[in-house]
């Protein structure tokens, strides 16, 4: 069993790890478009069609379901690769920082 990090909860821990000034840490508001980013789970795919885009369009399609929140979104692409595929998608983050990149998209 996976054993939890205290500093998971700390909003500190999470603002170093996506603030745009450590170049350790590639964040989305400053990098290219088609550049690759940090998917926990599953990365969102349009083309070719990943298995994450398929659940969403068998499950919930942007033309029944458009609105998407991303809680927890960190430096992924999934809002933007959302916003090309129709959905209306939102990230939060607890990251100031985090939040501020995906608002650049």
């Known amino acids: 069993m996976m054993e939890r990090d205290a500093r998971f909860a700390q909003e500190s821990y999470w603002q170093s790890r996506y603030d745009t000034s450590d170049n350790t840490v590639v964040n989305i508001a400053h990098a290219a478009d088609g550049a690759s980013f940090y998917d926990w789970y599953i990365e969102y795919r349009i083309k070719p069609s990943s298995p994450l885009r398929n659940v969403m369009q068998d499950c919930a399609p942007a ?10 979104c960190g430096d992924s692409a999934l809002c933007r690769e959302l916003w090309r595929d129709s959905y209306m998608a939102v990230g939060i983050d607890i990251a100031a920082s985090a939040g501020h990149a995906q608002r650049t998209l």
Do not use: A, E
Not at 63 to 72: N, W
């Open 63 to 72: 033309t029944q379901f458009p609105r998407v929140i991303d809680l927890g």
